[in-house]
């Protein structure tokens, strides 16, 4: 039977990171630029078990993603580029069978080596299918300022592999930082173009109009702003220099380029087994029949924890907030949960800490990823002597939690 798909040749866009970068707020940057006559699609792989990122992009829509013409299909459990091809393949599959888009992003997750996923996109058979557009990657200075990440083989990896960089969250870096910046990127790949994002309006940059150093400044911004969104959104149109190349490589040898695709995924450790979907009602199917549902485990040098609580739980806001930040060196924390101040969407990581009030959902989900072995250094402190030991504090009390007796601290909060 003849595949209608690779005749499709639909625009596809990787936005990588690491984890916590900002890529949600990327991808709405460039959602937001979408006309409204025009089809799009997400796929969004999450290393956690409980899909939670489709929901935090919904509820940052103004309108209901049916009538703006965008498609979320989520794939949590696991890298969608570590064990197999067939997640990946499935996934894309469905996409452009089910919803015909007229343009594909893909976010893979922050802790996957991006090169996994270009190899992947590099095979023969999705060279007619995919027309692979510039890999954008976003990368956070407040990340980047500290030794950890600097020296961390995964956040190196997403600026390697990268066409454009977006970088965000730089406001503390002072001139000379923001060189040592681009001199360290350049090292990883000189050929990657850097944007720099746009900082964003202040509320009280909005309000005191009638003031005219006030109104000018609020000009000033909104026409960087402006630039910043219409450079990012070229950038969509743009072919991959990356992808390019890695395809000519997979033609040539297309056993050889398999095989790398193989050795990459066994050098990282091994990811959980099950794939799965939101928009089909199959995710979760397990958790689904018997919530609330909690899961644990670790990966790579992360510890991951989600939990799925049924509608009518309500957390106490202020206890709950207090007790996901009292967590043990923890890296990313996000979720939709129904509290006492309503319906709430977290998303916080060591620089941000943003919460909203969404529609109510079919139930809350929670999910943490805590780090072994480090520490958030927020004042990026690269002394030795004073890493060492907080270090080794953060290492023994995430290896030490007690899932059990956080289950109970959890449900403690329930009013």
């Given at each position: ?12 866009t990787?936005?990588?990171?690491f ?5 949600t707020?990327v ?6 630029t ?6 799009w ?6 290393f956690?078990r ?21 498609a ?20 894309i599959s469905?996409l ?10 893909i976010?893979?997750t ?13 095979a023969?058979?999705?060279?007619t299918?995919?027309k692979?557009n510039?890999v ?8 980047w ?8 083989d995964?956040f ?12 965000n ?14 001199e ?31 109104s000018d400044?609020?000009v000033a911004n909104k ?6 969104s219409?450079?990012?959104?070229d950038?969509?149109?743009k072919p ?5 190349n890695?395809?000519?490589i ?5 056993q050889k ?6 050795s990459?995924?066994n ?8 794939s799965?979907?939101t928009d ?17 485990e ?19 806001a ?6 996901l930040?009292?967590?043990p060196n923890?890296q990313?924390?996000?979720g939709?949960?129904h509290?006492s ?5 977290i ?7 943003t ?17 072994l ?31 059990e007796?956080c ?7 329930v009013?």
């Amino acid at each position: 039977m003849k595949n209608p798909i690779i005749f499709q040749n639909i625009p596809c866009t990787l936005v990588t990171g690491f984890l916590g970068a900002g890529k949600t707020t990327v991808i709405n940057q460039l959602l937001a630029t979408k006309s409204d006559d025009e089809r799009w699609a997400l796929l969004i792989n999450e290393f956690g078990r409980i899909g939670i990122d489709g929901a935090l992009l919904a509820s940052s829509q103004d309108n209901d993603l049916e009538q703006k013409n965008i498609a979320i299909r989520e794939v949590s459990g696991g890298c969608i580029c570590c064990t197999s091809q067939l997640p990946l393949q499935i996934a894309i599959s469905r996409l452009l069978s089910e919803h015909h888009p007229q343009r594909l992003l893909i976010e893979p997750t922050g802790l996957a080596h991006p090169r996994e996923l270009i190899l992947q996109l590099s095979a023969p058979h999705w060279q007619t299918a995919l027309k692979m557009n510039a890999v954008i990657t976003v990368l956070s200075g407040e990340q980047w300022q500290q030794i950890r990440y600097r020296d961390h083989d995964g956040f190196q990896a997403h600026v390697h592999d990268a066409d454009v960089l977006i970088i965000n969250r730089y406001v503390q870096l002072d001139t000379n930082e923001k060189q040592a910046l681009v001199e360290w990127i350049t090292k990883l790949n000189s050929q990657v173009k850097i944007i720099w994002a746009a900082s964003g309006l202040m509320a009280s940059e909005t309000t005191a109009s009638s003031d005219v150093h006030s109104s000018d400044k609020f000009v000033a911004n909104k026409l960087v702003a402006d630039a910043y969104s219409s450079t990012l959104n070229d950038q969509l149109n743009k072919p991959s220099s990356i992808i390019s190349n890695q395809r000519k490589i997979s033609i040539a040898h297309p056993q050889k380029s398999m095989i790398g695709v193989q050795s990459q995924a066994n050098s990282l450790a091994a990811a959980p087994s099950s794939s799965s979907s939101t928009d089909d009602g199959a995710a979760q199917s397990s958790a689904d029949s018997d919530l609330p549902y909690r899961y644990h485990e670790e990966q790579q040098d992360f510890q991951l924890a989600g939990w799925r609580l049924p509608a009518h739980y309500i957390l106490n806001a202020d206890d709950l907030q207090n007790w996901l930040l009292a967590l043990p060196n923890w890296q990313r924390i996000k979720g939709v949960v129904h509290t006492s101040d309503g319906w709430m969407k977290i998303n916080f990581n060591p620089g941000s800490l943003t919460t909203r009030t969404i529609d109510p959902q079919t139930d809350s989900r929670l999910e943490i990823i805590l780090q072994l072995g480090n520490t958030v250094d927020t004042n990026a402190v690269d002394k030795a002597t004073e890493k060492s030991e907080t270090e080794n504090d953060a290492k023994a009390s995430s290896a030490l939690i007690d899932w059990e007796e956080c289950d109970r601290e959890l449900m403690a909060l329930v009013i």
